[in-house]
Nanobody
Framework: QVQLVESGGGSVQAGGSLRLSCATS????????MGWFRQAPGKEREGVAG????????YYADSVKGRFTISQDNAKNTIYLQMNSLKPEDTAMYYC?????????????????WGQGTQVTVSS
């Protein structure tokens, strides 16, 4: 049984930082595309960052480039999202997604597995 468990969300002031984690179990971690998505109330789910675990190749939405960093730990079967210089518009539920054969158009939400989400709230 595949499980994705996110953690690390919370409430911070604008300019602050958070680090999200997505621990996987029952899942072949290597050579797949994984991603982070977010959804704010009343808005569609949007891709934030993707990573090709075969070579730790990152991809980012324009809105987070230079502020967010996606990374992986193969030994722990975990991906991370380091979020710096947070803005109020980053407030959303953040979801981890896994199991896509490539990261082409990674922002499409057609991943097979999803976590339960972790809330990030940024106050001004």
């Amino acid at each position: 049984q595949v499980q994705l468990v996110e953690s690390g969300g919370g409430s911070v002031q604008a300019g602050g930082s958070l680090r999200l984690s997505c621990a996987t179990s029952g899942y072949i971690f290597r050579r797949k595309c994984m991603g982070w998505f977010r959804q704010a109330p009343g808005k569609e789910r949007e891709g934030v960052a993707g990573i090709w675990t075969g070579g730790a190749i990152p991809y980012y939405a324009d809105s987070v480039k230079g502020r967010f960093t996606i990374s992986q730990d193969n030994a722990k079967n975990t991906i991370y999202l380091q979020m710096n210089s947070l803005k109020p518009e980053d407030t959303a539920m953040y979801y981890c997604a896994a199991d896509r054969p490539s990261c082409e158009r990674w922002w499409f939400a057609d991943f097979r597995y999803w976590g339960q989400g972790t809330q990030v709230t940024v106050s001004s």
